[in-house]
């Protein structure tokens, strides 16, 4: 049996998240079609949304996961969200204010009619490795995790991290939780970052302990993983 050391974790804070993802382009293989106009008009009406921060992402490609079937079985598309926009609010309350404040209902419709599909919901830290600082021009991670069992998703979670924080320096980590009665399409979101592609790709491409460890306990614990790496706009 394959173990790694533990994660290195930091105390959750009190932040509450509204994530709002949409598929708007099309993707071949890994590789989408960003939505570049979109995105930049996108940015302009976060930027009236009353927050600690509002930034918009857009996907660069999807990286290996885990759990197709998974998600199959249980009705639940794959994740291919071309664009984000994440909104950091001083506490969940604020969160759920902000979502029905009017410039985001703008933001959100301007987002609803161009996509296919949205995904959106409001939720809390569950976990933290570190700050995501989204000041800086980095690659971001949103991985979208899907367990029945949600205990069990958490502990996956925490017993693989590990790895990625030593094989592939991971410097952050923000585990977004959806609040009770919001989509549980994706149990956990966890947003990411890193500097640079080297910084972790070439591991997540060719260190065999990536299957062997990570990708094989997600599947031996049912757990689908649904990684995408984006830019900020």
Do not use: C
């Not at 974790?9 to 509204?18: H, K, M, S, Y």
């Not at 800086?136 to 991985?143: A, R, S």
């Not at 585990?175 to 979101?189: C, K, R, V």
């Amino acid at each position: 049996m394959i173990t790694w050391p533990s994660r290195r974790a930091l105390p959750t804070t009190g932040d509450g998240f509204v994530v709002l993802a949409g598929e708007v382009g099309t993707w071949r293989g890994y590789f989408p079609s960003p939505p570049t106009r979109l995105a930049a008009h996108l940015k302009s009406l976060a930027a009236g949304v009353e927050a600690r921060e509002a930034n918009v992402f857009r996907a660069l490609f999807h990286t290996p996961g885990e759990g197709d079937k998974l998600l199959a079985a249980r009705g639940i598309q794959p994740a291919r969200y071309d664009v984000v926009v994440l909104i950091r609010t001083v506490s969940v309350e604020a969160a759920l204010a902000v979502r029905e404040s009017a410039a985001y209902k703008e933001l959100a419709q301007t987002l609803r009619a161009a996509a296919r599909r949205t995904h959106e919901i409001v939720a809390r830290n569950a976990g933290r490795l570190g700050d995501v600082d989204r000041s800086q021009d980095h690659q971001f991670l949103f991985n979208y995790f899907y367990a029945d069992d949600h205990e069990t998703l958490l502990k996956v979670f925490d017993y693989t991290a590990g790895w990625f924080q030593a094989k592939t320096a991971l410097p952050n980590s923000a585990l977004m939780q959806p609040l009770e009665g919001e989509s549980a399409d994706y149990g956990l979101i966890n947003h990411a970052s890193w500097p640079t592609l080297r910084a972790f790709l070439p591991s997540l491409i060719f260190r065999p302990t990536f299957r062997t460890f990570v990708l094989a306990n997600f599947k031996a614990n049912g757990v689908a993983a649904q990684p995408i790496i984006y830019r900020r706009v």
